[in-house]
Structures are given as structure tokens and as C-alpha cells.
């Protein structure tokens, strides 16, 4: 069983990705989790699959155009932790909300 979440994360300063041309700008983005039921335990447990974050697309001149893209964010499992998220200026929203059953 596959489950899927969304959070909003808040970046204070630019960052970069790899397969972009340029740096996000700072704000509050839309991240997206995919996780599998891991079967055959006593407990319910789930394996990240995927992790999506949802940037603007720069138009011309670098300024955003009104469109978003996605783009996957690191190996399956590799989000990183709170403390090292805390080094790179950004937070996880309180928001945090499951869209999948």
C-alpha cells in the first residue's frame, strides 16, 4: 500500500538543486512524500519511495514565470535531519497534512 504526504517547508535563503539551472529563492514550498507499507511485520511500518519538491519555473531573466515544477529531492530515504535542515536556514511548516489513505 502506497501512501502519499504533503507538507509545506519555508527556505529563508536561496538554495540549489541538483538538475536546475539556477538557485530557488527563499519562501515556503511544496514538498510531496511517497512511502510503501513494508509487509510481512507485527507493526505498521513504510519505506520512502520518493521525495518531489515543487519550485517555479524561472522565465526569462530569472524571474519566475508562473509555472512550478517538480523535481525529486535526494535518494529514497535521504531527507535530511532537523539539525541539518536547521544549518541550511529552513523550517518544516506546522502544516503538515497526509493527501493519501
Known amino acids: 500500500m502506497i501512501r502519499n504526504m504533503t ?10 538543486l541538483k538538475g536546475l539551472e539556477r538557485p530557488v529563492p527563499p519562501g515556503t514550498y511544496r ?5 510503501d507499507a513494508i509487509d ?11 521525495t518531489f519538491i515543487t519550485v ?3 522565465g526569462q531573466g530569472g524571474a519566475p514565470c508562473g509555472r512550478a ?4 529531492v535526494g535518494p529514497p530515504g535521504g531527507a535530511p535531519s532537523r539539525r541539518r535542515r536547521r544549518q541550511l536556514g529552513e ?6 497534512e497526509d493527501v493519501g489513505s
Open 7 to 16: 507538507t509545506n517547508v519555508t527556505f529563508r535563503h536561496a538554495f540549489a
Open 91 to 96: 523550517r518544516q511548516a506546522p502544516d503538515q
Open 69 to 72: 515544477q517538480s523535481a525529486a
Open 31 to 35: 514538498v510531496d512524500v511517497e512511502e
Open 56 to 58: 517555479p519555473v524561472a
Open 40 to 50: 510481512g511485520l507485527s507493526f505498521l511500518a513504510y519505506r520512502r519511495l520518493a
